[in-house]
Nanobody, 118 residues
Framework: QVQLVESGGGLVQPGGSLRLSCAAS????????MGWYRQVPGKQRELVAS???????NYADSVKGRFTISRDNAKNTVYLQMNSLKPEDTAVYFC????????????WGQGTQVTVSS
């Protein structure tokens, strides 16, 4: 079975930093594209950052310059380093894995809460 397990969420003050981790199992991690999404009440889940198997990255405009996505294939783990956090970053953050096929199959983690508040 495929499992994506997120960790690193929590409560942080505005301007602070957090690093989210997502450990994957049950997939050939190195060939999967990985992503971080977030969702707040009343809104659709949105892409925050993604990284391809070749380590090409993409970011939402709202986080560009503040967040960094990276992957460690030896550890089957993808990270999201979040700096200069703002209250509007408050959300449940989800890890996503996409299979490298013409009809991609997506797997999701359980989500981890990030709250930015003073």
């Amino acid at each position: 079975q495929v499992q994506l397990v997120e960790s690193g969420g929590g409560l942080v003050q505005p301007g602070g930093s957090l690093r989210l981790s997502c450990a994957a199992s049950g997939i050939i991690f190195s060939i999967y594209a990985m992503g971080w999404y977030r969702q707040v009440p009343g809104k659709q889940r949105e892409l925050v950052a993604s990284i391809t198997s070749g380590s090409r990255t993409n970011y939402a405009d709202s986080v560009k310059g503040r967040f960094t996505i990276s992957r460690d294939n030896a550890k089957n783990t993808v990270y999201l380093q979040m700096n200069s956090l703002k209250p509007e970053d408050t959300a449940v953050y989800f890890c996503n894995a996409e299979s490298p096929s013409s009809r991609p199959r997506n797997y999701w983690g359980q989500g981890t809460q990030v709250t930015v508040s003073s």
